[in-house]
């Protein structure tokens, strides 16, 4: 099983717009991005975001380009300042491989929950439209990939 954590791409600042929607610079290291992951062969079965528009646009253009077999969904449990428990729990009782398109500090929250680092141990930190990959073997989770927009040319 594999889950892969994404933060929302760059967006707009909150006084330019409220909805805060992928900026333009945002759109292009997504699709960028988007574009890498299909070329990877990278398959889920559903991506899912947290309802936000910077998310749910980044979901989109990922979904586009990977073509996960049960599209693009919309969850509760995946806002900025949520309790990983909710996502833990979609992700034990999931049969497939999934998405998540997310925010600070949940990302950061949830990956050290799955992972459950050593003390002193540092994980990945997710810059925008970065993609952290964890795979379960042998019952632990494990970091397998990390991708930013700045680590693809």
């Known amino acids: 099983m ?5 933060r929302h791409g760059k967006s ?4 330019v717009d409220p909805s805060q929607p992928l ?7 997504i699709s960028h991005m988007a574009r890498t992951l299909a070329n990877m062969n990278l398959t889920v079965g559903t991506v899912l975001h947290s309802g936000k528009l910077r998310a749910k646009e980044t979901a989109l253009e ?5 073509k996960p077999s049960a599209g693009v969904k919309q969850v509760k449990g995946l806002a ?9 729990e979609r992700i034990e009782t999931a049969g497939e491989d999934l998405m998540l398109v997310s925010h600070l500090p949940f990302l950061d929250n949830l990956l050290e929950e799955l992972v459950r680092p050593a003390q002193g141990e540092e994980l990945p930190s997710f810059d925008n439209g970065g993609v952290v990959g964890v795979e379960k073997v042998n019952d632990k989770w494990q970091i397998f990939r990390q991708l930013g927009p700045r680590m693809i040319y």
Do not use: H, M, T
């Open 12 to 15: 707009v600042a909150p006084a």
């Open 62 to 66: 990922i979904a586009k380009a990977i």
């Open 23 to 29: 900026s333009e610079e945002g759109r292009e290291e």
């Open 80 to 88: 900025p300042n949520d309790d990983p428990a909710q996502a833990l």
């Open 2 to 6: 594999k889950v892969y954590l994404v």
